[in-house]
């Protein structure tokens, strides 16, 4: 992978804010060449009867995750929309802290390509994807 993270741990940690202001419980806990991890704290995570977490709460986790990334691996991005993605839920969740790895396979002048890997707090991987975002408008940076 030759793409890297054009903002810092901070830089991007602000945009999280700015742009996702309600989302209280999701953080930034790295900015590296190799990608961004987010965390998820349990109490912003849907709990389905049976006691799992709910697909559609995993996958809100990864989708906001990657909206954030965008915009640290392509500059401001705020106008960023999720075009499509493939994503695919690997094991049931216990109610727990969610750790989403994102990084970039492509990104352009219109739009990214992005990994997001979910794993549970002993590290299993229990979710996958690839989302496609698309900038319309302009840049801020």
Do not use: C, N
């Not at 810092?8 to 940690?13: I, K, N, V």
């Not at 930034?28 to 991890?37: F, I, K, M």
């Not at 987010?38 to 009867?49: C, D, K, N, Q, S």
């Not at 500059?75 to 695919?88: E, I, R």
């Amino acid at each position: 992978m030759t793409e890297k993270p054009l903002l810092t741990l901070e830089e991007t940690r602000q945009l999280l804010v700015e742009y996702l202001p309600d989302e209280a419980g999701l953080d930034v806990a790295e900015v590296t060449s190799g990608g961004l991890v987010f965390t998820a704290a349990p109490e912003r995570l849907w709990v389905r009867p049976g006691g799992t977490v709910s697909g559609p709460a995993i996958f809100t986790v990864a989708d906001l995750s990657a909206f954030v990334a965008v915009s640290a691996y392509a500059g401001k991005v705020p106008s960023a929309v999720l075009t499509s993605s493939s994503f695919s839920f690997l094991e049931a969740v216990e109610p727990g802290p969610l750790r989403v790895r994102v990084a970039a396979a492509r990104v352009g002048r219109r739009s990214a390509v992005l990994t997001a890997h979910v794993e549970d707090e002993q590290g299993l991987l229990v979710a996958m994807g690839t989302l496609h975002f698309s900038y319309p408008g302009k840049r801020l940076s």
